[in-house]
């Protein structure tokens, strides 16, 4: 029994010496194995050189610049004018929408609302609401495509559709301040009837877009490939008969869309 103690506590005296700490011999030669390397193990989680962080991109700042023009929200106060071609539209008289650039846009208080966005070809697009009730910014426009009955368009929907086809060969100036801009272009005019305005008013402003390139096949290509865009965006007046007008109020029964490029 005394010889069975005697061993198990010398090895236990074993086990004491092992935990010591070992001074290694700096002569020695390193044993290339796991637990002793040569060098620092390259692994995902100790990489021979510190880890690079990527470079944040910068956002692009938003242009708000049309052909000089600043529509930046707060800018001066702008006068956009709409030569038609012929005594066709408007009886041949400049159409005016005249607004100060804003973020937001109350009746009355004579701001328009201005969006910028980038396309999926980062194409730069500025969009302007305005309003199209009387004393409204947009009341000319509205006025001259549709006419002005008692909360209602004042002429029939087919006169409405040639008007919009007129709107395609009329000049556009731009006012602001002692800027003058005289070599911007009306490319195309759209109109969102009654019995789709309640979905149109959930779109993007690029679905919203699509829509009016839609409307003018032709030129999508030329549009596509111009700088940046200007698109005027004013509501209709209900008109008489129109499907959908259940769906609609009064003052809202329709969009109309103009490209400016």
Not at 23 to 52: C, E, G, K, M, Q
Not at 103 to 115: I, L, M, R, T, Y
Not at 124 to 133: C, I, K, R
Request: aromatic fraction near 8%.
């Amino acid at each position: 029994m005394r010889r069975l103690w005697n061993l198990l506590a010398g090895i236990a005296l074993l086990a004491l010496a092992s935990c010591r700490p070992v001074v290694a011999d700096a002569s020695r030669t390193p044993t290339a194995t796991p637990f002793l390397p040569v060098a620092a193990t390259p692994t995902p989680y100790l990489p021979l050189h510190p880890t690079l962080t990527p470079a944040v991109t910068p956002a692009a700042s938003p242009d708000y610049i049309f052909h000089g023009i600043d529509f930046t929200p707060g800018a001066e106060e702008i006068t956009l004018r709409i030569w038609p071609a012929s005594d066709a539209l408007n009886r041949g008289r400049p159409i005016k929408v005249r607004f100060l650039p804003g973020s937001e846009c109350n009746f009355g208080d004579h701001q328009a609302c201005v969006h910028h966005f980038r396309t999926a070809n980062q194409q730069e697009v500025l969009w302007v609401s305005v309003h199209s009730g009387v004393t409204g910014e947009g009341q000319e426009l509205r006025h001259a495509l549709e006419g002005t009955g008692i909360n209602s368009a004042g002429l029939s929907l087919e006169q409405v559709l040639i008007n919009l086809a007129e709107m395609k060969n009329a000049v556009v100036t731009l006012r602001q301040g002692q800027k003058s801009v005289d070599d911007a272009n009306a490319a195309a005019f759209a109109r969102v009837p009654a019995v789709d305005v309640p979905d149109y008013l959930l779109m993007s402003f690029d679905q919203a877009l699509e829509v009016a390139f839609a409307a003018n096949p032709d030129i999508q290509p030329q549009l596509k490939a111009s700088g940046t865009l200007l698109i005027i965006e004013t509501c209709g007046w209900r008109m008489p008969g129109e499907q959908g007008w259940q769906f609609v109020s009064d003052t809202t029964a329709s969009i109309y869309l103009g490209i400016i490029y």
